[in-house]
């Protein structure tokens, strides 16, 4: 009799039948994702999804020019009307993840959340933190470039101790 596997069966069955016996979070209020969606407009993760749309058309309508470039006249002309009707479409992806922020913070923590962003230092956060993100892209691709050469340094020198020439 084959232990191992009948271990791993029994191990699949209690992982499979798992989420059958967990609780579903509560269903959030609407007040509880107002809140919610009101600290998405304070930490300016709101804003990141409003070019969302425009980006989306701009690359639909260059790939179709590529290879059909005399239809830029009409196309230009119907990716505004598609523009003006999809202008809320992002509104879906707004609700969801304001439903996500009520189920992972309750509504006490986002009202000191929302305090936060409504201070001084919280509105400087944000206004400063494209600038930080960005410089700190580049100081992880500094260190990032410096760490690959180190890495292959070290392995040589562990490898040529090890009779191997790389």
């Known amino acids: 009799m084959n232990f191992a596997r009948y271990g791993f069966a029994a191990f699949l069955v209690c992982a499979l039948s798992f989420p059958a ?39 639909a309508r260059n790939t179709i020019l590529r290879t059909r470039p005399t239809l830029q006249p009409d196309l230009d002309l119907a990716a505004v009307e598609v523009a003006k009707k999809m202008a809320a479409a992002d509104e879906e992806l707004v609700n969801n993840i304001a439903v996500v922020y009520a189920q992972k913070f309750t509504e006490a923590e986002l009202k000191e959340i929302a305090g936060f962003y409504q201070s001084p230092a919280g509105k400087k956060m944000v206004a400063e933190l494209p600038t930080v993100l960005q410089e700190s892209y580049k100081h992880m691709q500094e260190w990032t470039r410096k760490m690959s050469v180190d890495v292959m340094t070290n392995l040589r020198t562990e490898m040529k101790e090890k009779g191997h020439d790389l």
């Open 21 to 59: 016996f967990a609780q579903a979070p509560a269903k959030p209020t609407p007040e509880h994702i107002a809140l919610a969606r009101a600290v998405l407009d304070f930490t300016g993760a709101r804003k990141s999804f409003d070019n969302v749309i425009p980006k989306l058309l701009t690359d």
